[in-house]
């Protein structure tokens, strides 16, 4: 069986370990602190660290996910990563026996054209790293594919919408504030299936070189979103009210992570829709079921 590196131990990465696992493959989970399922400690900015930890991998997977205000330092070093993996196996300038590089991006951050050209700084990084990575494939120098996700559901903690920001004032019956409109169509990507279209176009060499959109749901509004929650636990559905937009601006003068967040208001205060449909006609994969969707956000998040 071929060996699967992924670079990055998050919600996306962690998950991707456990379903190439389940599927035989041999897996290394790097990160800085080597946990996870066949964690390895490793740090990303460190290339030498980096090009130990990957040497001879078959698929190298970027699943690095740094704090948002970290993102044009953190991801923007992260296009060093493949011309030092490629070093690792040996291998010069088209040479075949090159990793697959795969990684999940951002469909909101590079939608503006076909390019994946972003208008925000985060989204410049993004389409930058892109733009980078199809040189050298269409070079010959490494193969490479990209998964593009929208905002992600699923998951606990404070990284995402419905974590533990949210869940918690459902179950609690309190009022539910929300960045940007309540009222907005807004698609949301469950993280399991980022992680099942990764593992998918890693090993289908006919989806190289093209980014993909994730298999999504529908879009559902925030108020929606929360209305299906508290559906689940069989409760009637919260209040759900916008945060104040003054409120944010002052908030990110102390807080460096709402600070950068200001600049993707533009997702929620107007209808924010990503197209999957290629992937799913393309690829015959489809997104899990929204209400299965639903039970793991809930399970993910106890009370």
């Known amino acids: 069986m071929s060996t699967h590196t992924i670079v990055g131990a998050g919600q996306v990465g962690t998950r991707l370990a456990h379903l ?8 290394r989970l790097l990160s800085r602190t080597g946990n996870g399922p066949q964690g390895l400690q490793a740090d990303a900015s460190d290339l030498a ?15 690095l996910n740094p704090r948002y205000h970290r993102w044009p330092v953190g991801l923007a070093a992260d296009g060093r990563q493949p011309a030092c993996v490629r070093g690792s196996r040996g291998g010069s300038a088209g040479d075949l026996e090159q990793p697959v590089r795969v990684r999940p991006g951002h469909g909101r951050d590079d939608r503006t054209d076909a390019d994946g050209c972003g208008h925000t700084v985060k989204g410049g990084v993004r ?33 995402v919408m419905f974590g533990e920001r949210v869940v918690p004032n ?5 009022t539910v504030r ?11 990507t469950y993280t399991g299936d980022v992680a099942t279209t990764l593992a998918g176009v890693a090993t289908d060499e006919s989806t190289w070189g093209r980014a993909w959109h994730v298999p999504s749901n529908a879009p559902r509004t925030q108020t929606e979103v929360v209305g299906d ?14 945060l104040p937009a003054t409120l944010v601006r002052i908030a990110g003068l102390f807080n460096p992570e709402i600070r950068e967040m200001r600049e993707m208001l533009y997702e929620f205060d107007r209808p924010f829709v990503m197209d999957s449909s290629a992937a799913q006609t393309e690829l015959g994969l489809k997104p899990t079921p929204w209400d299965e969707v639903i039970e793991e956000t809930l399970r993910r998040n106890p009370a």
């Open 20 to 27: 190439l696992l389940a599927r035989g493959y041999t897996v």
């Open 49 to 63: 660290s980096l090009r130990s930890a990957a040497s001879g991998s078959d698929v190298i997977y970027n699943c």
């Open 127 to 159: 389409a930058r790293m892109w733009q980078q990575a199809l040189a050298a494939h269409d070079e010959g120098r490494i193969r490479t594919v990209e998964v593009r996700a929208s905002d992600y559901i699923g998951e606990g903690g404070g990284q």
């Open 170 to 174: 459902v179950r609690a019956g309190k």
């Open 178 to 188: 929300v960045l940007g409109a309540a009222d907005q169509p807004h698609t949301w």
């Open 229 to 242: 929650l508290a559906a689940a636990l069989g409760l009637p559905a919260p209040r759900v009210r916008p």
